[in-house]
């Protein structure tokens, strides 16, 4: 039997108060290793990353997978805080994401688009590498 990304899923999900967000990610690979934060896009959620996620940490990364805005369990924190998914909104959130999780710096790769990661790279000084795929 063929096991597909509908019938897998990470080993647990946690939650975390980052910013405006609630964030559910997936945390995976040893926590001092070097961060690397994925971030989905539209249609796409954290499961587009099942299969990078085990070869990264298994190479001894420790590896974020946030449900962004408007995914999974990410929730925001207060009725009025705006509805937005504009990307320079993605980049704050995953530098809020970093700040709650005490991550300095960490390697950014993004499903779609690298908008938000080229301003995550400029503004914050804290990605250590960037990668977009498409």
Known sequence: MTTTHATRSFASLRQIDAGALNVG?????????PAVVLLHGWPYDIHSF????????????????????????????????????????????????????????AIVAVSTGGLAQSILWRRSGRTAARHSFR
């Open 50 to 105: 099942l299969d990078a996620t085990q070869l990264l940490a298994a190479r001894g990364f420790r590896v974020i997978i946030p449900y962004l805005r408007g995914y999974g369990t990410t929730s925001l924190r207060s009725s009025n805080t705006p509805r937005n998914g504009q990307q320079c909104v993605v980049a704050l959130d995953a530098i809020a994401l970093m700040d709650a999780l005490h991550v300095e710096r």
């Open 25 to 33: 990610y997936a945390d995976a690979g040893p926590a001092e290793g």
